[in-house]
């Protein structure tokens, strides 16, 4: 599978914001997939995921509340909407795929081999 991130941009604190992630392939019930963002200077960091059923969605405690992760089944790609951004969401942000179960390192990125080229979000004060 190919992924290919996009929606990012400058944008204000408080706006909200939704990134796409278009893959070239089926990935409902082939793939886990899940976005990641890397700040300058800083690790990629895990921010969400969606398990390859669908029915399970999973958050970094950081974005709870704030980030959603959902997936469009009949256009294969996965969606991130962002609401209330702060000037620390600032990163790359990345999606990812893999197409085994990996329940237990869903959070690690080193359990996804596949990336997209990944947007830039950049959030002003």
């Known amino acids: 599978v190919q992924l290919q991130a996009s929606g990012g941009g400058l944008v204000q604190a408080g706006d909200s914001l939704t990134l796409s992630c278009a893959a070239s392939?089926?990935?409902?019930?082939?793939?886990?997939v899940g976005w990641f963002r890397q700040a300058p200077g800083k690790e990629r960091d895990f921010v969400a995921a969606?398990?390859?059923?669908?029915?399970?969605?999973y958050l970094a405690d950081s974005v709870k509340g704030r980030f959603a992760i959902s997936r469009d089944n009949a256009k294969n790609t996965l969606y991130l909407q962002i609401i209330s951004l702060k000037p620390e969401d600032t990163a790359v942000y990345y999606c990812?795929?893999?197409?085994?179960?990996?329940?237990?390192?869903?959070?690690?990125?080193?359990?996804?081999?596949?990336w997209g080229q990944g947007t830039l979000v950049t959030v002003s004060s």
């Open positions: 990812a795929a893999e197409s085994g179960v990996i329940t237990s390192r869903i959070r690690d990125s080193r359990a996804y081999p596949t």
């Open positions: 392939e089926r990935t409902a019930n082939r793939y886990t």
């Open positions: 969606i398990s390859r059923s669908g029915g399970y969605t």
